[in-house]
């Protein structure tokens, strides 16, 4: 899950082009002179130096690359860490090419496609010192399942032994799924069945490779040494996350690992958002990953235009809706929430349609498998409050669980209202930032409503369909139940598993499959899409370089600091 909380307005879009993406790709940013938008052919050896100073309100969760599924460190972990295989990192669609890392090339794929061989490069060492070998690659293997990691279930489900650890994790060994040739230098992964998204999968944080000694537990403000071109020196979620460089990296491809331009990153939290922005006016920060203020908008749409990129973004907003809970365990409860909110009314809130429209479905618009359809087209107070009704759940109390940034609370406040009118007791809990997404995802803590944003891994249906609404996405009392909703229908997942083959061979056939099953989700009411944003990227006039990333955003290791 990309968690990425933005607004912007018309003004911006006057000075920031932005262009419609196909298959979930995301076109370039325009640029300017100073800030292309595609990376040089190589190291710009005169842009090196200085110090990157981003901006947050608060840390986005665990420094471990295994558990953390959150965008802020998901952009961080691309200058810390690596996997077999990565997106390519330019800026673009090019961004979306899957390129060997850790891996010297591509891998040696069985004829039916169940096995994948790949042979490591040599020389590549942790910022310990110590070299990769393929007993890191197998102990990382086996670790992404012994912390429960979030994808575990879904991503890597289709290892060779992962029934077993996903049932076991403590005693995961993988020991035919992950197979280790250390005279050959080789790692062959093996699957139960052919998966056309497997590297996709490996090239994500959740699968990158880490010293085997490391705990099979989350490190939280820890630092776990990797094998990028920086490492964190200190993290306190609170008040700042400190980059310096790795001092044995070794730039081994500019593609998958390119060497980072700033000597230092600093991430400072804290900082209320129109304190953010007017640092970053000032020169006294680079980059802002929180909203920026709806009364600054016009101001830096105008006066600071050459510093504002717009994007557009595979993502939604949305509220996951606790099927397990009273209220909304009742079916007819769950249609009134979809036909309860004013969809129109939180665009506004977000910035308004020059930024955000309205989403009826799960898929976003222009992705694989997303149907033109809308059976929720507008509000309907009166047929929620007469669903209300029906469902025998009338004066119940409901409560709705934000994050503290302004964008999410005007949501929760409005989304309180509305519950009220239709029929409950309603009362928002705003939480920090910092803690909001484990605490929603982890059942224990009894949400019955949320609000939440999903912002696309890879370019494929199954990450929004599988991974947010499959049974092996829940994991009862866990921070790491990215199936916030608790949902579990078995035809549910009959139906995944049915599409995901069909992508295999037919994509047009999996696409209508896929089309079809959203449509039944949103029937059966576990998620209440809202809209569907775009990416406003506010930088310093010290920075050059800026690149969007169709996966991870802006590439801030790329950046140049005057």
Not at 47 to 74: M, V
Not at 358 to 387: E, R, S
Not at 413 to 423: A, D, F, H, K, N
Request: net charge negative.
């Amino acid at each position: 899950m990309k968690r990425i909380t933005v607004i912007a307005g018309a003004a911006l879009l006057a000075v920031a082009a932005t262009a419609c993406s196909g298959g979930g790709a995301t076109a370039p940013a325009t640029g300017t002179a100073s800030q292309p938008a595609q990376a040089a052919a190589g190291f710009q050896e005169q842009h090196k130096g200085g110090t990157l100073r981003l901006l947050a309100k608060a840390g986005d969760g665990t420094l471990d690359p295994h558990i953390n599924y959150s965008n802020g460190n998901w952009q961080i972990f691309q200058a810390l860490y690596d996997g077999l295989v990565s997106f390519r990192k330019v800026g673009g669609k090019a961004s979306y090419d899957i390129v060997p890392d850790l891996a010297e090339q591509m891998p040696q794929v069985s004829t039916d496609g169940t096995s994948y061989t790949f042979k490591l490069r040599q020389g590549v060492t942790f910022a310990t010192g110590d070299p990769v070998t393929v007993d890191d690659v197998v102990a990382s293997f086996q670790r992404i399942f012994r912390v429960s990691g979030p994808t575990s279930g879904t991503f890597y489900a289709g290892i060779v032994g992962a029934a077993d650890c996903v049932k076991k994790p403590a005693g995961c060994t993988l020991d035919k799924g992950v197979v280790a040739d250390a005279a050959a230098n080789t790692v062959t992964i093996n699957l139960v069945a052919p998966d056309s998204e497997f590297l996709q999968k490996l090239a994500l944080p959740h699968a990158v490779v880490l010293p085997k000694g490391t705990p099979g537990k989350d490190q939280g403000t820890t630092p776990i040494p990797g094998t990028g071109p920086y490492k964190v020196e200190s993290y306190n979620p609170n008040k700042q996350m400190k980059l310096v460089r790795n001092p044995h990296f070794t730039e081994w491809s500019r593609d998958a690992q390119p060497q980072g331009y700033p000597d230092e990153i600093e991430y400072n939290y804290g900082l209320t958002p129109e304190g953010a922005v007017t640092a970053v006016q000032n020169g006294q920060a680079d980059w802002i990953f929180d909203p920026l203020p709806a009364d600054r908008l016009t101001e830096i749409g105008t006066t600071y235009a050459e510093q504002a990129h717009v994007n557009p973004l595979a993502a939604f907003w949305y509220i996951p809706v606790n099927v397990n809970l009273a209220p909304f365990d009742k079916p007819e409860a769950r249609e009134a929430l979809q036909w309860a909110f004013d969809k129109n009314a939180m665009v506004k809130m977000f910035g308004g349609a020059n930024v955000a429209q309205p989403a009826c479905t799960i898929l976003p618009p222009a992705f694989p498998g997303h149907a033109d359809f809308c059976d929720f087209p507008q509000q309907d107070l009166a047929k929620a409050k007469d669903l209300v009704q029906r469902s025998g759940t009338a004066g119940q109390e409901v409560a709705i669980v934000v994050a503290d940034d302004d964008v999410s609370k005007q949501i929760g406040e409005y989304s309180r209202s509305v519950l009220e009118q239709i029929g409950y007791q309603a009362k928002l809990k705003v939480i920090s930032t910092n803690i909001h997404f484990t605490y929603i995802q982890n059942s224990k803590n009894k949400v019955q409503l949320s609000v939440s944003q999903w912002y696309a891994d890879y370019p494929a249906a199954s990450n929004f369909i599988n991974v947010l609404l499959s049974c092996a996405s829940f994991r009862e009392g866990s921070d790491a139940s990215i199936n916030i909703s608790g949902f579990c229908d078995k035809d549910n997942d009959a139906k995944i598993a049915q599409a995901m083959t069909l992508d295999q061979t037919d994509t047009a056939a999996a696409g209508k499959l896929w089309g079809e099953l959203d449509r039944e989700l949103m029937k059966k009411g576990p998620i209440i899409p809202l809209f569907n944003p775009k990416q406003i990227d506010f930088v310093s006039k010290n920075v050059g370089n800026y690149q969007f990333h169709a996966q991870f955003h802006a590439l801030l290791d790329q950046m140049w600091v005057k």
